[in-house]
């Protein structure tokens, strides 16, 4: 069971443009979300996180929604850059009680963004 | 200020054998972990540690051991390895429940 999807493989978009990357979960007991960028042959590094207490929260390019309703996170890259061409994982825990902050993560999205 | 650091890169195992990953971050991280990740697939947990000797498992532990003898160390030992467990491995550490992971560069262990 799946409780955390990433249903695009890859995603391509011409510098300077938006990138727009999706995830979805099911577990609504998750109140914590993050995404990591992973280039190869490195680990995974950590972009952005957001709490289920706020619908939004951003730090420079990037910028992760919330839509618990729908239990839909979006994470956008404006503008985005060749550098930013890597893998994009979407991860979901629950921040208290005896999870530990374990982390559940999605299968991932590869962006390659074009000159 | 290393972060995350993991031994070796690269390691190729014949079916049965046995080896031990290593692990150490110099963050002072009480909360430490260890995933696979399979091509293709996100990363899944294998063990987990709130501190020093404190362990429990994670969602696929099976063919895995660890020790949490200091705050710094969280070695994964597998025995008797199977194909299954080729894969790449990454070890995290991070300061509390609500922090970021910081992540290893990863070790990519072929069993054939």
């Known amino acids: 069971d799946q409780q955390v999807k990433q249903n695009s493989p890859s995603l391509s978009v011409q510098e300077g443009r938006i990138s727009i990357l999706n995830c979805d979960y099911t577990n609504s007991m998750f109140d914590y979300f993050l995404w990591y960028k992973k280039y190869p042959a490195e680990g995974p590094t950590f972009l952005i996180s957001i709490s289920s207490i706020k619908d939004k929260n951003e730090d420079g390019r990037f910028t992760v929604f919330l839509n618990k309703s729908a239990k839909h996170l979006s994470l956008h890259i404006v503008p985005s850059q060749p550098g930013d061409s890597a893998v994009y994982f979407c991860a979901a825990s629950v921040a208290g009680g005896t999870s530990y902050g374990k982390l559940t993560f999605g299968q991932g999205t590869i962006l390659t963004v074009h000159p | 200020n290393a972060g995350v650091t993991q031994t070796p890169k690269f390691r190729i195992l014949k079916i049965g054998q046995s080896m031990t990953l290593q692990c150490a971050q110099d963050m002072n991280h009480n909360y430490m972990y260890w995933y696979r990740q399979d091509p293709g697939m996100g990363l899944k947990l294998i063990y987990y540690?709130?501190?020093?000797?404190?362990?429990d498992k994670g969602e696929v532990p099976n063919g895995y051991n660890v020790s949490r003898s200091t705050t710094e160390d969280f070695p994964l030992r597998l025995e008797l390895a199977a194909p299954s467990q080729t894969s790449v491995y990454f070890c995290a550490s991070s300061r509390g429940t609500v922090y970021e992971q910081f992540f290893g560069p990863g070790t990519r262990l072929t069993v054939l």
């Open positions: 540690s709130v501190g020093a000797g404190i362990t």
